[in-house]
């Protein structure tokens, strides 16, 4: 029962350092979600997918990029982190309802 | 404004009690709706879909009024386990995707 699998859990970032948070569905699900959470807050979207090789920003897209190469993965891409980046970031596969990754969490120093 | 509001919380309340949590919308297109719970440092999860005529599903009671743009959940005889931030979540369809958005969440601390 493996759902969505995102790794890493936990990274600690460099300003300006670049990292990929890796993201794999086993459900076969053509929708795929990369949201971030500031503490106290509610999830943002960052990007979504509808399928292989189709992307599109979400409300909060700046400083992302992701690809969607095969049905199972969906990595977001930070190139130069920065320390308002710094956050929760989940991944989730489907539509109603989403099924949510372990979430990565990630803080910039 | 933001799209979805909820209410402030922290709710703290006593095992048995009934609290009931609101939330409320801005787009009027907003085609469904749902409450999601999240533990702390833990990923969301489903609690349920709310449809227009109410629902229920054991002590949780989900609610909609679309001419209020407001959406409610009632949780009678709270149990120690209740205890999570509860987030209102709406679907805003956007072109070939559905989008959710999530509201801030509200916070339940039911006490012993």
């Known amino acids: 029962n493996a759902g969505v699998t995102q790794t890493p859990k936990f990274r600690i970032l460099k300003i300006g350092q670049s990292m990929t948070l890796q993201c794999t569905q086993d459900?076969?699900?053509?929708?795929m979600y990369w949201y971030r959470q500031d503490p106290g807050m509610g999830l943002k979207l960052i990007y979504y997918s509808v399928g292989a090789g189709i992307t599109d920003k979400g409300e909060v897209p700046n400083g992302y990029n992701v690809s969607r190469s095969t049905t199972e993965d969906f990595p977001l891409r930070l190139e130069l982190a920065a320390p308002s980046q710094t956050s929760v970031y989940f991944c989730a596969s489907n539509n109603q309802p989403q099924h949510f990754g372990d979430g990565t969490r990630l803080s910039i120093l | 404004r933001k799209e979805v509001e909820q209410d402030p919380g922290p709710f703290n309340v006593p095992e048995g009690a009934t609290v009931a949590f609101n939330c409320t919308y801005s787009?009027?297109?907003?085609?469904?709706f749902f409450w999601y719970r999240q533990d702390c440092r833990k990923e969301p999860k489903l609690l349920m879909s709310v449809y227009s005529s109410g629902n229920e599903d054991g002590r949780f009671t989900a609610q909609l009024n679309r001419a209020s743009q407001y959406i409610s959940l009632l949780i009678r005889d709270s149990k120690l386990s209740d205890s999570a931030t509860y987030l209102c979540v709406v679907n805003l369809r956007s072109g070939s995707a559905r989008q959710l958005t999530f509201g801030s969440g509200t916070q339940l601390t039911v006490l012993p």
């Open positions: 787009n009027s297109a907003s085609q469904s």
């Open positions: 459900m076969n699900h053509n929708y």
